[in-house]
Antibody
Framework: EVQLVESGGGLVQPGGSLRLSCAASGFSFSSYWMSWVRQAPGKGLEWVANIKQDGSEKYYVDSVEGRFTISRDNAKNSLYLQMNSLRAEDTAVYYC??????????WGQGTLVTVSS | EIVLTQSPGTLSLSPGERATLSCRASQSVSSSYLAWYQQKPGQAPRLLIYGASSRATGIPDRFSGSGSGTDFTLTISRVEPEDFAVYYCQQYGSSPRMYTFGQGTKLEIK
């Protein structure tokens, strides 16, 4: 069974940093593109970033480019999102997702990031 | 950047009725790159339809997708109590490489 478990969320002040993790199991992690998708409270979904199987390609939504970094450790079956210079508008539930072609076939349960003073 | 607009914002139906949800793109979208998701309160989204019309694994056949170009539709033939949720369409763009979601349609019990 595919499982994706996010961790690392919490309350952080504006301008601060946070590192999210996603532990994957039940599939060959190193064979799939992986993504982060977020959802602000009461709002819709927003794709944040993608990373290729070997980490050689990474893509970001414009609003986080230069502030967030996606990475992975295939030996640990883990996906990460390093978030720097956080803003109030980054407040959201962050989901780890396994890509299925051009779509998101499996999702974790999410971890809440709150940016507030 | 392609913008997806979903309508209606809220759809109020009774169990057993037919639901028709619309997703309109600001530019033509390849059918291969259009998907629908269901999200229930407090849960992660679940992939329902990909490639505009293919059901994901385990999705009941009362869910169907159709459309091409700029107009896509998700149809629930007979709404079941467990289908009341928010539905999102999503497209993938190859240039630039990014994903966009519609703002969602809430299907509520009438």
């Amino acid at each position: 069974e595919v499982q994706l478990v996010e961790s690392g969320g919490g309350l952080v002040q504006p301008g601060g940093s946070l590192r999210l993790s996603c532990a994957a199991s039940g599939f060959s992690f190193s064979s799939y593109w992986m993504s982060w998708v977020r959802q602000a409270p009461g709002k819709g979904l927003e794709w944040v970033a993608n990373i290729k199987q070997d980490g050689s390609e990474k893509y970001y939504v414009d609003s986080v480019e230069g502030r967030f970094t996606i990475s992975r450790d295939n030996a640990k079956n883990s996906l990460y999102l390093q978030m720097n210079s956080l803003r109030a508008e980054d407040t959201a539930v962050y989901y780890c997702a396994r890509r299925m072609g051009a779509f998101f076939g499996y999702w974790g349960q999410g971890t809440l990031v709150t940016v507030s003073s | 950047e392609i913008v997806l607009t979903q309508s209606p914002g809220t759809l109020s139906l009774s169990p057993g009725e037919r639901a028709t949800l619309s997703c309109r793109a600001s530019q033509s979208v390849s059918s291969s790159y259009l998907a629908w998701y269901q999200q229930k309160p407090g849960q992660a989204p679940r992939l329902l339809i990909y490639g505009a019309s293919s059901r994901a694994t385990g999705i009941p056949d009362r869910f169907s997708g159709s459309g091409s170009g700029t107009d896509f539709t998700l149809t629930i033939s007979r709404v079941e109590p467990e289908d009341f949720a928010v539905y999102y369409c999503q497209q993938y763009g190859s240039s630039p490489r990014m994903y966009t979601f519609g703002q969602g349609t809430k299907l509520e019990i009438k």
